[in-house]
Antibody, heavy 113, light 112 residues
Framework: EVQLVQSGAEVKKPGTAVKISCKVSGHSFSDHYMHWVQQAPGKGLEWVGFVDPEDGETTYAEKFQGRVTITADTSTNTLYMELSSLRSEDTAIYFC???????WGQGTLVTVS | DIVMTQSPDSLAVSLGERATINCKASQSVLDSSNNKNYLSWLQQKPGQPPKLLIYWASTRESGVPDRFSGAGSGTDFTLTVSNLQAEDVAVYYCQQHYNTPPTFGGGTKVEI
């Protein structure tokens, strides 16, 4: 069974950075891209970016370019997303998801205040 | 970027009736080389992550009840929930992954 288990909620000050994680099991982590998706309170889904765990190649949404870094640790099957220069608009739930969006983590709430 | 436009924003349906949600892509998401539409439907219940219901526009994910069906090709797609059940109350999103960035529709809230 594929499981994506994300790290816990974070509260950060504006201008700082946050790094959240997503541990993957039951899935060939190195073989497929992994995504991060943002959902602001009461809003829809917005793609943040993805990483190829095999070689670390990343692609980011234009909105987050320059502030987001997505990495993958194949030794622990863990996906990371770091978002810097935080502002109030970054307050959201962030989900990790597998390449075809067929498996999702439970979400991590990041509050910037 | 491909813009995905859903309609309606919300709808109320009686138990046992049918809900129909529309999704329009700003450009075709049909790959003519394999005749597949790179269009998925996801369901999100309150406090939960999204769940994949349908991919390739009309293929149900394993375990998804057959009252959920998807149709359409190119730029125009439909999700139909027949015989609506109480547990189907959720927000439904269409999503394209024909090209990068993958994009989502704004969501349709289905209520009883």
């Amino acid at each position: 069974e594929v499981q994506l288990v994300q790290s816990g909620a974070e509260v950060k000050k504006p201008g700082t950075a946050v790094k959240i994680s997503c541990k993957v099991s039951g899935h060939s982590f190195s073989d497929h891209y992994m995504h991060w998706v943002q959902q602001a309170p009461g809003k829809g889904l917005e793609w943040v970016g993805f990483v190829d765990p095999e070689d670390g190649e990343t692609t980011y949404a234009e909105k987050f370019q320059g502030r987001v870094t997505i990495t993958a640790d194949t030794s622990t099957n863990t996906l990371y997303m770091e978002l810097s220069s935080l502002r109030s608009e970054d307050t959201a739930i962030y989900f990790c998801a597998t390449i075809d969006f067929d498996h999702w983590g439970q979400g991590t709430l990041v509050t910037v205040s | 970027d491909i813009v995905m436009t859903q309609s309606p924003d919300s709808l109320a349906v009686s138990l046992g009736e049918r809900a129909t949600i529309n999704c329009k892509a700003s450009q075709s998401v049909l790959d003519s080389s394999n005749n597949k539409n790179y269009l998925s439907w996801l369901q999100q219940k309150p406090g939960q992550p999204p769940k994949l219901l349908i991919y390739w526009a009309s293929t149900r994910e394993s375990g998804v009840p057959d009252r959920f069906s998807g149709a359409g090709s190119g730029t125009d797609f439909t999700l139909t929930v027949s015989n609506l059940q109480a547990e189907d109350v959720a927000v439904y999103y269409c999503q394209q992954h024909y090209n990068t960035p993958p994009t989502f529709g704004g969501g349709t809230k289905v209520e009883i």
